[in-house]
């Protein structure tokens, strides 16, 4: 039985499936353009300096210690998390390719499921994983420390993901022979997990780094059912209120007591007695006394009336 049998949560607003939804589609323009860069710096020297020594050096995932092939101690920093999944081997163009195509194969219908933002976060987050267990790892269990590249990691999340909502359907080995995900999925993760340790130029850590993190991610959406949309609405009207708040500080703000604090008076903006032009400043105080004591958005409409009307004199 899968997830999709279980009365898993499905966003809705989904009017037909998408065979490129949004995030699948700008994740393979970026992943092709950066390709498109490191191959055009493969052969550009900086002072003397290779191109893709520097951008290994800067955006690929660096490891915490030890140093690099010139001599030079290696340049972990934390961005590199994020920017190692969208760089790829360009002496062969297989390692992107084949990532690029798995992640539309098993992508597509995860983010159909879920929606763009949340599909991102896994994304993300699977290759996060994937660094931080090849980072962490990695001198454990390998002798020769190297940088690490390619969104191998983010893409067996996904895998992960596609074969706990899907776990019955086939999928075709070679294009000719049936097996069904779960079982077919599970042995890529069951081989990279064995040939950790080994030499290879492949990032074994990374692949089952980014599936443990998929699989970590699906129980605990399972049972907390994250609402990731909920989440970006939050941050984006916190941010707005913020960026509200210090503009009338800033151009009505006079010293005033804690004990000058109370609530604004009725002010009719549209009385014929008394004109915008006439708006008193201690009225303006207590009302910036008020945001300050309770927040902008407790305010009446009328209070903000006012400090519109106010800003506009400024």
Do not use: C
């Not at 939804?21 to 300096?49: E, R």
């Not at 920017?83 to 081997?89: A, G, L, P, V």
């Not at 290879?200 to 605990?220: D, K, R």
């Not at 032009?277 to 006012?306: F, P, V, W």
Request: glycine share 8%; aromatic share 18%; no cysteine.
């Amino acid at each position: 039985m899968g997830f999709e049998d279980r009365g898993y949560h499905r966003p809705t607003g989904f009017r037909s499936f998408s065979f490129f939804p949004p995030v699948i589609k700008y994740l393979l323009i970026i992943n092709v353009a950066v390709f498109f860069i490191q191959f055009l710096l493969s052969n550009i020297n900086f002072g003397g300096i290779p191109g893709w020594y520097i951008l290994n050096r800067y955006f690929a995932l660096n490891p915490i210690t030890g140093v690099d092939i010139v001599g030079n101690p290696y340049n972990f920093q934390i961005w590199q998390l994020i920017t190692y999944q969208f760089m790829h081997s360009t002496s062969s163009i297989w390692h992107i390719a084949m990532n690029m195509f798995i992640l539309w194969m098993f992508g597509m219908e995860i983010e159909n499921r879920w929606g763009s933002k949340k599909f991102l976060l896994f994304y993300l987050l699977g290759g996060i994983g994937a660094g931080i267990l090849q980072i962490s790892l990695s001198p454990v269990f390998t002798d020769g420390l190297a940088v690490t590249i390619g969104a191998s990691g983010a893409v067996y999340a996904v895998m992960v993901a596609f074969a706990m909502f899907f776990p019955d359907r086939n999928i075709y080995l070679y294009f000719l022979l049936p097996i069904k995900a779960k079982y077919f999925i599970a042995l890529w993760v069951l081989i990279d997990f064995f040939a950790i340790g080994s030499v290879s130029p492949t990032a074994h850590l990374a692949h089952v780094g980014g599936a443990i993190t998929g699989f970590l991610f699906i129980l605990l959406d399972r049972r907390y059912n994250f609402n990731v949309e909920g989440w970006f609405s939050s941050i984006k009207d916190y941010t707005s209120d913020k960026k509200d708040q210090p503009k009338f500080r800033q151009s009505f703000r006079k010293p005033t007591s804690a004990n000058d604090i109370q609530e604004a008076k009725f002010y009719d903006l549209n009385s014929s007695n008394k004109k915008s032009d006439e708006i008193d400043q201690d009225e303006i105080d207590r009302i910036l006394d008020k945001i300050s004591q309770s927040g902008y958005q407790n305010l009446t409409a009328r209070e903000k009336k006012i400090l519109f009307e106010a800003s506009k004199k400024e």
